[in-house]
């Protein structure tokens, strides 16, 4: 089989998903009684670490691809409130703070939950602190607001080697962090300091805005323990509800007034390629054709 022709069955299967799609849209737009519901619920995923790019491996979370999951979740007229899956340890501070400005400005438009699975720490608790509520699984690791740099210096192991490097450079501080270098000077080490208290600073600023505390409050939950379980993070004031993925849809569902059977729609394609977020935003319209009734639930799902 020849270029062309695969180009040409590709070109087919993806028209093809999209005319399904469009029908099992309108089908739905219809009101079937099979279908019919009190209102949706979509669940955006929030996992693995936090960069301002992911490569195609994914294992990572970036605000690209999360703003293209959540604006898909705020346009779609079907959906009544938004949940945040939050299964990550942090990263980038950046990244991380741009996801909670996403999260900050899409509860603007409808109700945002954040459930907090495993683990939801550093930037992850700082994206989910902007929600309206947030849910944490009894035994979810929950919290570590704070800030760290790191510098690893290669000096002593090169040494060994005997392995030399000379550095050329204007002005003096030009090879500052370099990992070539013994160690910071007393200047550097006191201006990363400075660097870090000033993001540690926006970091407690924003989780007490976003939270209804004080920076005190919020600088003492830090300082006195790095990481909470869930029943330890409400007592808190870091979450408002202990349980699990069905009482964040529960609650999800009340805050949004959804009366009736709930329908939950995850949104998550598990890569990063552009082929991959075509794809999601194509098969989001057919997934929802894909129903899977479960007790009051019908769960449909809009994973590629």
Known sequence: MNTTQKIV???????????????????????????????VVAVVPLKGDIAGECSSYGGCIDPTKFKEMMEIAENDESVKVIIIKVDSGGGGVVASRDLMKIVKNAKKQKPVIAYINDIGASGAYYAASASDKIVANEFAFVGSIGVKSEIVHYKGLLDKLGVNITVIMKP????????????????????????????????????????????????????????????????????DYVGDMDNAIDIAAEQAGIKGDVVVRYLDTGQESIFDRMAMKVGYGFAKGLVEVEGKQQKILAEQ
């Open 9 to 39: 069955i590709a070109a087919g299967i993806i028209g093809i998903l999209f005319i399904v799609g469009i029908l099992a849209y309108v089908l739905i737009s219809l009101g079937l009684p099979e279908l019919s519901t009190g209102g």
């Open 172 to 239: 003096d501080n030009k090879d500052f962090g370099s990992p070539y270098r013994e160690n910071l000077t007393n200047d550097e080490t006191n201006l990363m300091n400075n660097v870090i208290e000033k993001i540690y600073d926006a970091f407690v600023s924003d989780v007490a805005e976003n939270r209804n505390l004080s920076k005190e409050k919020v600088k003492e939950i830090s300082e006195g323990r790095s990481i909470y379980l869930g029943k330890d993070a409400k007592e808190n004031g870091l979450i």
